[in-house]
């Protein structure tokens, strides 16, 4: 009688023990979910940490320069007495830089793009793809290096008159670097359309460069605008090369022979020197920052919304 | 009116294909109407899909693709797989339907003039008619004439299909290759594109495949028979679907295999 | 209608001419790559020296190196990687088996693909608000590791992401049909599997920080530096300080920078040497990366 009390004793204890180490099991991962949860959730914490900064400097800025003063003043000498704080100069510096990289950039990255999906044999295309990414590896300082000595004297050559920094040099190194970031992702937008599409122009006698511009190319639009966009969102952020190679005078012009400073140049430039906190020189780093920022942010939607659309067309 | 002797357009002599080693069509000789619809049958893997894509050379764009034989075109006698006729002119002079509406990213006028821009024409005008002449020929006119700028991709999966067939049509081809064209459509889509072939074969010379057999039974006057990439069998379509001279042939039809 | 034989020549002359096209511009970005690489050893082979591996920066363009520059590229890189690393992966593993298809997941994807666009210059003004004044952390290692720790999260995250993705649910399903935990079934069978896939993210996106400079500079590493950060390992008990954390510092790129804005054809030289350092390290760990990715595609047949 003794015996069969133990036994269901030691039974029910049992299966206690078991049960806890079940809850403890599920309380485990409840823990580690949790913690995963939290690692998500940090990426919205960095995004608010950066709007926070930007805007409580840049508001504190704008106590002091209206917004008038600053989207209408076409000068930028912050550090001159008396001050002028007009944006338009960085902002045509950062737009004409950008508008000369995606002059180089997009035309070679599309007829790269559409050489490797339409034409190159598969081979050719593992091979290359990997190299061009190289490009993009290359720490941008470098290619500083490289836009004043090395392509900065070319230019001088074929341009006269042209200075040693200027939009010009900056850009096209720019574009260079931004190459891969336009072929890759239109390249994959092409590859992404169905052979379908294609044998149905081949089957009515077109040749493959027909076949790519009038088929291939339209049926991809939104992956390549999208790819687009990353190139051009990539120059407007880019700050060593300009600061390098682009001049870094704040100078409101639509000619690519001027040099000029972009807002990521005049951050850098400002960040160098001796700013105290809190001062209004300090500050307009921020309302610089607070600009580029939301342009960038504009582009980056319009480009994740085009990617939308095209990873849903196939 | 069926002609009493219908006279040959196509002939395909001693055909094999080869991808690498394998032997993918081995000796086929098959005789194409003017005039008709010829149907090639046969369970998958037959071959009669890899026979179709030989008529206008689609095997060149893959590697190790070798042919032996000829596949002649008459009144022309121009040897369609000969190595000296560029594919280019094979597919200029052919026309095909796939098994998906495949309608280009662009206007339903577009679509049908694609061809004809290829080719040269200008023309508004005359781009006009020939594009109306083509859409009228796959019953598609009276469904889209009021919306030629719309983009093909508004119109329905039977719509797309005969979109493609006057974007084939356009371009008045020696022969109409069509690949499974009502595989993926639903009964009325079918039976309304089955309609637009048996009306096309007045003023054109057709070659379908179908895994469908009662498709063939339907609308062919000539139905091939392949298994294994070999023909079994070429009869007119009545006779071989009600005196079937082959054992396998005789299966097949029955449904034991498909 | 046109003549048939003149529009076949003229079509497949098109061909022939967009191939030749294609093929140069393609090749366009990759003779650059190599004009840049041989005009940097042009410039700078005879410079770099052990000499030059292992000085302190100084006015005399002869007798600088790049000492500080590279420790300090190495110190920042350990915060970074302990940073993105084990934030990056959780944050993906997380999103990939746990999150619900609702709108806070889409918000955090949105959210991560803009940070992965944001600028980099903008991140090291973050840091400086935030770390350096608001936090009053100092202008330090730690501050610039974590800078660029956040920098290249969501390419760990991406990468992180893909791998797991890869791996094909039939492995979860028998895992979790022998009675495994979701945890269980994610640490000792997807992570395993992912491994190459996140090694190489990790590599590319730590060879992306060795190269940045912007954001370092706006939180204030020092641009002319002469003083090494404290050694992480001491002779006595217990054998590890952490005092290099709060050590002001400097990085590879910020060198170049230093030595390419000065006017004496010198510091170019050295510049262009420094370079080459920065660039080889960086070329290899994607070369690694690449390598990585090609072996075990072949390898792993699910």
Redesign the interface.
């Known amino acids: 009688m003794n015996a069969n009390l133990n036994e269901l004793r030691a039974k029910i204890s049992e299966h206690r023990a078991k049960k806890r180490g079940r809850n403890w099991l599920h309380v485990r991962e409840g823990i580690i979910e949790t913690g995963l949860l939290a690692a998500a959730l940090s990426s919205i914490a960095i995004t608010l940490g950066i709007v926070f900064i930007l805007c409580w400097e840049s508001v504190g800025f704008f106590k002091e320069v209206s917004l008038t003063q600053f989207f209408f003043d076409t000068q930028w000498t912050p550090l001159f007495d008396p001050p002028h704080y007009g944006i338009l100069p960085l902002l045509s510096g950062t737009l004409m830089t950008t508008f000369v990289a995606l002059c180089v950039a997009l035309p070679l990255g599309t007829i790269t793009a559409i050489y490797l999906s339409e034409f190159a044999a598969p081979w050719v295309r593992e091979f290359v793809k990997p190299l061009l990414e190289l490009l993009s590896a290359v720490p941008t300082v470098v290619y500083g290096y490289f836009a004043l000595y090395l392509v900065a004297p070319l230019m001088q050559n074929i341009i006269p008159d042209l200075p040693a920094s200027c939009m010009l040099t900056a850009g096209i190194v720019m574009g260079i670097m931004i190459i891969p970031y336009v072929s890759s992702l239109s390249e994959d937008a092409m590859r992404a359309v169905p052979m379908l599409l294609r044998e149905g122009a081949y089957a009515l006698g077109a040749n493959r460069i027909r076949t790519a511009l009038t088929v291939v190319f339209p049926a991809a639009t939104s992956g390549i605008g999208a790819a687009y966009i990353l190139g051009l969102s990539r120059a407007i952020g880019e700050t060593m090369i300009v600061a390098i190679a682009g001049g870094m005078q704040p100078k409101l012009s639509i000619d690519p022979r001027d040099p000029a400073m972009t807002v990521t140049a005049y951050i850098v430039q400002v960040s160098q020197g001796d700013l105290p906190h809190g001062s209004i020189g300090y500050k307009t780093i921020f309302a610089a920052g607070l600009t580029l920022f939301v342009m960038t942010l504009v582009f980056n939607l319009i480009g994740h919304y085009l990617k939308k659309r095209y990873r849903e067309a196939y | 009116m069926v002609d009493a002797t219908p006279s040959l357009k196509v002939q395909v002599r001693q055909l094999r294909v080869f991808y690498g080693e394998n032997e993918a069509i081995k000796g086929v000789d098959i005789p194409v109407y003017a005039n008709r619809i010829t149907a090639l049958i046969g369970p998958s893997g037959c071959g009669k899909t890899t026979l179709l894509r030989c008529f206008n050379r689609m095997h060149d764009f893959q590697k190790n693709v070798r042919y032996e034989g000829d596949i002649v075109l008459y009144p022309s006698e121009k040897n369609l797989l000969s190595r000296d006729v560029d594919p280019m002119e094979v597919r200029l002079l052919t026309g095909m339907v796939f098994q998906k509406p495949n309608p280009f990213p662009k206007s339903i006028f577009e679509n049908v003039a694609f061809g004809l821009r290829l080719r040269g024409m200008s023309n508004r005008q005359e781009l006009s008619e020939r594009v109306e002449k083509a859409l009228i020929g796959s019953a598609l006119w009276d469904d889209v004439k009021d919306r030629l700028g719309r983009p093909a991709t508004e119109l329905s999966g039977g719509q797309q299909q005969r979109l493609c067939i006057a974007r084939a049509l356009a371009t008045e081809p020696e022969v109409l290759l069509l690949d499974e064209p009502t595989s993926a459509m639903d009964p009325i889509s079918t039976s309304r594109i089955e309609d637009v072939i048996f009306e096309l074969k007045d003023r054109m010379t057709i070659v379908i495949v179908t895994h469908n057999m009662q498709q063939a039974a339907r609308i062919s006057d000539y139905t091939a028979f392949m298994y294994r990439g070999q023909l079994i069998e070429f009869r007119a379509t009545e006779e071989i679907f009600q005196r079937p001279s082959e054992e396998l042939t005789k299966s097949y039809l029955g449904g034991s295999f498909g | 209608?046109?003549d048939?034989d003149k529009?076949?020549r003229q079509?497949?002359f098109?061909?022939r001419f967009?191939?030749v096209?294609?093929?140069l511009?393609?090749l366009?970005?990759?003779v650059?790559?190599s004009?840049?690489i041989i005009?940097?050893l042009r410039?700078g082979w005879k410079s770099l020296d052990y000499q030059f591996l292992t000085s302190f920066p100084s006015r005399k363009a002869e007798s600088a190196g790049i000492l500080v520059a590279w420790i300090g590229s190495i110190l920042v890189a350990i915060v970074t990687a302990l940073t993105a690393v084990?934030?990056?992966i959780?944050?993906a593993?997380?999103?990939e088996e746990?999150?619900r298809k609702n709108w806070l997941t889409s918000?955090?994807e949105?959210?991560?693909?803009?940070?992965a666009?944001?600028?980099?210059?903008?991140?090291?003004?973050?840091s400086?608000?935030?770390f350096v004044?608001?936090l009053g952390l100092g202008r330090n290692v730690f501050v610039g590791g974590l800078t660029l720790g956040?920098l290249i999260?969501?390419i760990i995250?991406v990468a992180t992401r893909e791998a797991i993705r890869s791996v094909p649910n039939g492995i979860r399903e028998a895992a979790y049909a022998l009675g495994a935990?979701?945890?269980q079934v994610i640490w000792h069978h997807l992570l395993p599997c992912s491994v190459n896939g996140i090694a190489t993210g990790t590599i590319?996106a730590l060879?992306?920080a060795?190269?940045?400079?912007?954001p370092l500079?706006?939180v204030?590493a020092v641009?002319f530096n002469t003083v090494l950060p404290p050694s992480p390992l001491q002779a006595n008990f217990p054998f590890v300080n952490f005092d290099w954390l709060d050590s002001s510092f400097s990085v590879m790129?910020?060198q170049?920078?230093n030595w390419?804005?000065r006017p004496q054809e010198a510091f170019?030289r050295n510049?262009?040497a420094a370079?080459i350092v920065?660039?080889f390290i960086?070329?290899t760990l994607?070369g690694m990366a690449?390598f990585i990715r090609y072996r075990f595609r072949k390898k792993v047949q699910w």
């Open positions: 209608m046109k048939v529009l076949i079509q497949k098109q061909d967009f191939a096209l294609g093929f511009c393609t366009v970005g990759l650059v790559l004009i840049l005009d940097l410039d084990p934030l990056g959780a944050a593993i997380y999103l746990y999150a918000f955090v949105i959210n991560i693909t803009n940070l666009g944001v600028p980099s210059i903008i991140y090291g003004l973050m400086l608000g935030l004044y608001f956040f999260l969501p995250i935990t979701k945890w590319i060879s992306r060795l190269g940045e400079s912007a500079i706006v204030g641009v790129p910020i170049v920078f390419v804005s170019h510049a262009a370079s920065l660039i960086t070329l994607n690449m």
